[in-house]
C-alpha cells in the first residue's frame, strides 16, 4: 500500500470518529533553502498529514501572485528539481509516514524525461505528482512512468470539469483526486461551500478516491466547512503569505515564519477535528 | 511512384494537427483543467465555423472591406537591383489596417467571439501590434477589451500603448517574470480562468494549447493564399523561396502554409538573432533552442538544465518570446522549413535600407525577414523569385531606433 494510500485509510480507523487530512503547501526554498526542512517537521508536528511541496517554474500560469512571488524567490536561489529530491531524502531520514507529494509545471520534469523523473523522485521518498499543466488526455506516457515507480499521479478536477472529463480521469488518477474549488488562479478569496458540496458530490459519482479541495481557504473556518463535505483540505496561499515576513536567511528568523505556519494549522486541525 | 508521394505529402501537411492538436510530437493541450472547458467549447466552436459558409463570408468581407486586402505583392524593383540577385517581391501586409498582418487574426477570433456570445475579450501583446489589432476589433463589435502588456514592452512601444487606450482599451502592465511577452500571456491565462463564462481570450500568435495554433493559422493563411494567386497572376510562376520572421511565429505560417505542398518553393523563417546566436542573448528557440512545454503546447523552447525558460533578447519587442508556434517546432524537424536568424544589427540595416531605397518603413520584426531575404537573394540568380513577408510598418519602432542610434525626437 502506498504512503498515500496508508494515511487515508488510517484516517479513517484511527481514533474515535474519521478524520479528514489537513494538506499544506509550501514552495521548497522558500524564502531561503535552510527553511523548508524543519518547516516540513514543524507542519507534520502542527497536525498536517500530507505534504504538498511546490517546485517553483518560471511561468506559473496557473498560480496567483502570492505563489508566483514565492517561484520567484525559490529561484532567486537556483531551486532545482534535483534540489527538492534531496530535501525530501532527508525528510525521510525522520519521518517516513508522512506522505509527500510534488506539485508544479511539466517543463522541469520534461526535461528530466519522465522516467528519469519518476525513479528519482521515487528514490528519494517523493509519493505523488501533481503537474498542473498536464492533463489526463496528454498522459499517456506519463501516467506509465509514474506509476511503474510506485508514484500516484494525482490530478486537477474544477467546477467546469464535465461527467466525461471526470471519467477520463478516474482511468489514470490514485492516490487522491484534488479539486480546484473555485474559477481563478491560487490564492483567490472567496469560497462557496455549497457548490463546492454539489461538486464533490457529483465527483464521487465517477471517482473512489479521497477527493481534496484546494483553492480559497484562508482560515479555521473555511477549512472546517470544506473538510465537512472533502476528505482532505489544501491550504496554500494562506501560509506561503507568511514567508514574506522576512528573509529566512537566520535561524531565528526562520523560527518567526515556523512558528506563524505552526500556529495557522493547528487552528486549522482544530477547528476540522471538532467536526 | 511520384505521383503518389506527392500526394502523401499534400495531404500530411493539411492533415496536421490530429484531433488533439498534435503536430507530430509538438503542439497538444497541455493546460490545467481550469481551462480545459474553455478550450473544448473554443474547438467546438472554431470546428463548426471552419465550414460554416455565412461566417466564412463574413470574414471574407471584413477582409476586403475593413481590412484592405488583398495586400499587394509588390515588385522591389530598386532593392532587386542594389542586392543583385533573385528578384524581390514584398508581400505588403504592413499596408493592411492598423499596420499589421495581426488583423487577419483578430478579425476572424472577434467574429467567433461575437458568435459565442461573449462580451469581453482580452488578449496579450509584444511589440503591441496584436493589442491594437485586438482593440481595434473590440471597438467595432463593441465588446469591453483588456490588453496585458510586459512592463517593460509598455516602455518600448509607447505609441502603441496610447493607440490601444484610444481604441478604449484597458492596457495592463504586466511586472511578473521578465516583464515582456510570454509574461503577458501567463497574465492573460490567468485572467481567462477567472471570467471564463464571459470572456475570449484572443491569443496572436500560433501558439497556446489547441485549437489557438491552428486557428490562428487558418486566419492568416489568407497571406499566403493571395500571394500564390498574385505571384501566378504577375509571373505565371510559384515563388522559389518565401522569408518571413518568427517570433511565434504566425505571419510566417500564413506565407508558408498555402505552399507546404509545393516542393520546389523552399522557405526560411528568421528568428531573432539578437547579439548573435553563440552569444546565448537571442530569442531563436528554433536555432538554439531545445523542445519542451510552454503556455500549453510542446514545442522549441529557450530554457536553462532544469526546465526553466529563460529570458530572451531581441530589439524586436514582437520576437521577444522564448517559444514558437508548435507546427513551426514539426516543420523543422522534418526539415519542410529552414529556420534562420538575423541579429540585431542585421535587422537595424535591412531597416535603413528598405526604407531609403524603396520608401516603405519596415516593423523592425519585418526587418529580420528583410535582412536574411537580402542576403539569400544575393546567392540566387536573376530569373529566380523570393517573396519576403513585409509583415508590419515600421512607424512603432521609430522610437526605439532614434534611442539606438542617439538621436533625439
Not at chain 1, 484534488?178 to 461538486?199: H, I, M, N, R
Not at chain 2, 532544469?306 to 522534418?334: C, F, M, R
Request: proline share 5%; with cysteine.
Amino acid at each position: 500500500m502506498s504512503r498515500l494510500a496508508q494515511r487515508f485509510a488510517e484516517l479513517k480507523t484511527q481514533g474515535d470518529k474519521p478524520k479528514k487530512a489537513l494538506i499544506p503547501y509550501v514552495m521548497a526554498s522558500d524564502p531561503s533553502p535552510e527553511i523548508t526542512l524543519p518547516l516540513m517537521h514543524a507542519m507534520v508536528e502542527a497536525g498536517a498529514d500530507i505534504i504538498e511541496l511546490g517546485v517553483p517554474f518560471s511561468d506559473p500560469m496557473a498560480d496567483g501572485p502570492v505563489i508566483q512571488l514565492a517561484a520567484e524567490r525559490s529561484l532567486k536561489h537556483n531551486t532545482s528539481m534535483h534540489d527538492v529530491f534531496s530535501l525530501v531524502s532527508e525528510f525521510r531520514k525522520t519521518d517516513d509516514k508522512t506522505p509527500v507529494i510534488v506539485m508544479g509545471y511539466l517543463n522541469p520534469i520534461e526535461v528530466m524525461g519522465y522516467q528519469s523523473f519518476a525513479q528519482q523522485a521515487a528514490t528519494s521518498g517523493i509519493d505523488g505528482v501533481l503537474t498542473v499543466d498536464m492533463p489526463p488526455v496528454e498522459a499517456d506516457e506519463y501516467v506509465p512512468a509514474l506509476k511503474s515507480q510506485g508514484l500516484d499521479p494525482i490530478f486537477l478536477l474544477a467546477p467546469t470539469s464535465t461527467p466525461a472529463r471526470i471519467k477520463k480521469l478516474a482511468e489514470v488518477a490514485s492516490g487522491f483526486v484534488y479539486y480546484v474549488s473555485l474559477k481563478g488562479v491560487t490564492g483567490a478569496a472567496t469560497l462557496d461551500v455549497a457548490s463546492v458540496e454539489t461538486k464533490v458530490a457529483e465527483i464521487r459519482q465517477f471517482i473512489d478516491l479521497p477527493i481534496a479541495v484546494g483553492f480559497g481557504i484562508s482560515d479555521a473556518d473555511s477549512a472546517a466547512k470544506v473538510a465537512s463535505c472533502s476528505d482532505a483540505v489544501v491550504v496554500g496561499s494562506t501560509i506561503v503569505k507568511k514567508m514574506t515576513i522576512n528573509s529566512g536567511k537566520t535561524e531565528q528568523e526562520r523560527s518567526i515564519i515556523i512558528k506563524e505556519i505552526s500556529e495557522i494549522l493547528s487552528s486549522m486541525r482544530s477547528a476540522m477535528d471538532r467536526l | 511512384m511520384t505521383d503518389i508521394k506527392e500526394k502523401l505529402s499534400v495531404t500530411d501537411y493539411m492533415s496536421m494537427p490530429d484531433d488533439k492538436g498534435h503536430f507530430g510530437v509538438y503542439g497538444g493541450i497541455f493546460a490545467s483543467e481550469t481551462l480545459m472547458q474553455a478550450l473544448e467549447e473554443l474547438r467546438d466552436a472554431y470546428e463548426k465555423i471552419k465550414t460554416d459558409k455565412v461566417f466564412q463570408a463574413q470574414f471574407d468581407e471584413d477582409l476586403a472591406q475593413y481590412v484592405g486586402r488583398p495586400s499587394p505583392l509588390y515588385f522591389a524593383e530598386r532593392l532587386t537591383q542594389q542586392v543583385g540577385g533573385a528578384q524581390i517581391f514584398l508581400k505588403r501586409e504592413d499596408l493592411n489596417h492598423t499596420g499589421a498582418h495581426k488583423i487577419n487574426n483578430t478579425i476572424g477570433q472577434g467574429l467567433l467571439a461575437k458568435m459565442m456570445g461573449k462580451k469581453r475579450v482580452i488578449a496579450e501583446t509584444g511589440a503591441g501590434q496584436h493589442g491594437v489589432a485586438t482593440a481595434t476589433v473590440a471597438a467595432r463589435f463593441g465588446m469591453e477589451c483588456v490588453v496585458y502588456m510586459g512592463a517593460e514592452d509598455i516602455v518600448r512601444q509607447a505609441p502603441n500603448v496610447y493607440r490601444m487606450k484610444l481604441l478604449g482599451a484597458k492596457v495592463v502592465a504586466v511586472e511578473s517574470g521578465s516583464k515582456t511577452l510570454k509574461d503577458a500571456l501567463n497574465e492573460a491565462m490567468r485572467d481567462w480562468v477567472t471570467n471564463v463564462d464571459d470572456t475570449f481570450y484572443i491569443i496572436g500568435t500560433v501558439a497556446g494549447p489547441h485549437p489557438y495554433p491552428a486557428m490562428v493559422r487558418d486566419f492568416q493563411t489568407i497571406i499566403g493564399r493571395e500571394a500564390k494567386a498574385q505571384m501566378q497572376a504577375q509571373c505565371a510562376c510559384l515563388p522559389d523561396a518565401l522569408v518571413a520572421c518568427v517570433g511565434g511565429g504566425s505571419n510566417a505560417i500564413g506565407l508558408f502554409h498555402p505552399f507546404l505542398a509545393d516542393e520546389s518553393v523552399a522557405m526560411y523563417g528568421v528568428e531573432g538573432g539578437g547579439l548573435g546566436v553563440d552569444s546565448g542573448k537571442h530569442a531563436a528557440p528554433l536555432c538554439a533552442g531545445n523542445p519542451g512545454v510552454l503556455h500549453g503546447n510542446r514545442t522549441y523552447l529557450m530554457e536553462d538544465e532544469n526546465g526553466q525558460i529563460i529570458e530572451t533578447h531581441s530589439v524586436s519587442a514582437g520576437l521577444d518570446y522564448p517559444g514558437v508556434g508548435p507546427e513551426h517546432s514539426w516543420l523543422k524537424d522534418i526539415g519542410r522549413v529552414n529556420y534562420v536568424a538575423a541579429t540585431d544589427d542585421e535587422a537595424l540595416a535591412a531597416f535603413h535600407t528598405l526604407t531609403q531605397v524603396e520608401g516603405i518603413i519596415p516593423a523592425l520584426e519585418s526587418s529580420h525577414a528583410v535582412a536574411y531575404g537580402m542576403k539569400l537573394a544575393a546567392t540566387m540568380k536573376p530569373e529566380q523569385r523570393i517573396i519576403i513577408n513585409l509583415s508590419g510598418r515600421g512607424d512603432k519602432d521609430i522610437n526605439t531606433i532614434a534611442k539606438i542610434e542617439g538621436i533625439e525626437l
